[in-house]
């Protein structure tokens, strides 16, 4: 399948590009900062990415289409708190229900507001920055009003497997010596159930996107919808289902971010959908629609995330070289990403503009 998608069209180019970075980026931090390389790093950037790579498959597709969802890290925030409201104790402001039944109505009422959302948006017509950026308020408030602007806790004792999800799954370790106790210090690389499902999910999304007709419906529709109404597809159907799908992995990330962080506020999500929608951009996905792939996606998480854990790893590497000076790297945390995301909007340009000068020049057949 890596290998298909490898060669197919114009998207390799950018896939390369965002692969070379990755491993620039990779190298040069570990370089500078050994502490990078160490497992117990990089188990934690797998988690980070993880948890980024669900919100920007969905937000990729969407994009594919053609469209815009500002609303998904309002509805991974909404998906916490509902999952925290009905499946927490009563001492700790929740109803003690199931935490199955907690899960399903989660990400079925993530994946219903999704749906909501794309019938207002094939069906009546309405732009898809305004109803998502409807939505993304509107959810929001949802989320604030059930918490009482509080926080809900998932307690470790009642849920205990649910609260360590990351750390169910394969891992490897390896001892570092002792702490001054004399317990063992140990370096552990843990593919935890996250990531496993983040995979899994992205395998799942590269078959849907690349190798079905369900596919080849979103590429036309984000080409040209127009044209693809007249070939036949179902313009309506299949918009209104992307935008259901990505609720969908909104309630998916919603229930992970809630097993990750336990302690639930209906700030959750904030500016998610930006870093998601971000990654998708870092990944090749074509603002225009009509252009991406489920790996561009997946290597725009890998380095959106490690782009901020480098951002953390150089900073003691900054500061004991300029020890006297007040600047800070993380001071520059949102100036580093922000001209990441730029630089990949503009080479996305660059690339259409190449590939419209080719067409314009080249020969016309003759006869």
Not at 108 to 124: E, S
Not at 192 to 209: E, K, M, N, Q, S
Not at 228 to 233: E, F, K, S, T
Not at 262 to 278: P, R, S
């Amino acid at each position: 399948m890596l290998l298909r998608l490898a060669v197919r069209g114009t998207y390799v180019r950018k896939e390369v590009v965002v692969g070379v970075a990755l491993l620039v980026m990779g190298a040069v931090t570990a370089y500078s900062n050994p502490a990078f390389a160490s497992l117990n790093n990089l188990s934690n950037v797998a988690l980070q990415i993880a948890l980024l790579g669900v919100i920007a498959l969905g937000a990729g597709l969407v994009i594919v289409t053609g469209g815009i969802d500002l609303s998904i890290g309002s509805m991974v925030g909404l998906t916490a708190v509902i999952v925290g409201k009905l499946a927490a104790g009563p001492e700790f402001t929740g109803m003690g229900k199931p935490l199955w039944l907690a899960i399903v109505i989660g990400i079925g009422v993530a994946t219903l507001l999704g749906a909501f959302q794309g019938v207002l948006i094939a069906r009546l017509g309405l732009q898809p920055f305004i109803v998502t950026l409807g939505g993304m308020l509107c959810f929001r408030g949802i989320a604030q009003t059930i918490t009482q602007g509080g926080n809900i806790t998932i307690n470790d004792k009642e849920h205990p497997t649910f609260r360590h999800l990351r750390e169910w799954g394969p891992s490897v370790s390896v001892q570092k010596g002792a702490d001054g106790f004399g317990e063992p210090l140990l370096d552990t690389f843990i593919l935890g159930a996250p990531v496993l499902i983040f995979i899994g999910l992205a395998l799942l999304a590269a078959y849907l996107l690349h190798f079905t007709v369900y596919g080849r419906r979103l590429f036309a529709v984000g080409g040209n919808r127009e044209a693809a109404r007249y070939a036949g597809v179902p313009v309506k159907a299949t918009e209104t289902s992307v935008y259901a799908v990505s609720g969908f992995l909104a309630g998916v990330a919603g229930v992970l971010y809630a097993s990750y962080l336990g302690d639930i506020t209906h700030g959750l999500g904030a500016t998610y959908e930006l870093y998601a929608i971000a990654a998708a951009v870092l990944g090749g996905v074509s603002l225009r629609g009509g252009e991406g792939t489920v790996i561009g996606v997946v290597l725009g998480a890998a380095l959106f995330r490690l782009l901020e854990n480098g951002i953390n790893m150089l900073q003691p590497v900054v500061d004991r070289t300029f020890a006297s000076a007040d600047w800070k790297l993380d001071n520059s945390r949102e100036i580093v990403i922000g001209a990441v995301i730029l630089g990949a909007v503009l080479f996305d340009q660059a690339t259409q503009a190449w590939r419209d000068y080719r067409q314009t020049r080249r020969p016309k057949a003759k006869g």
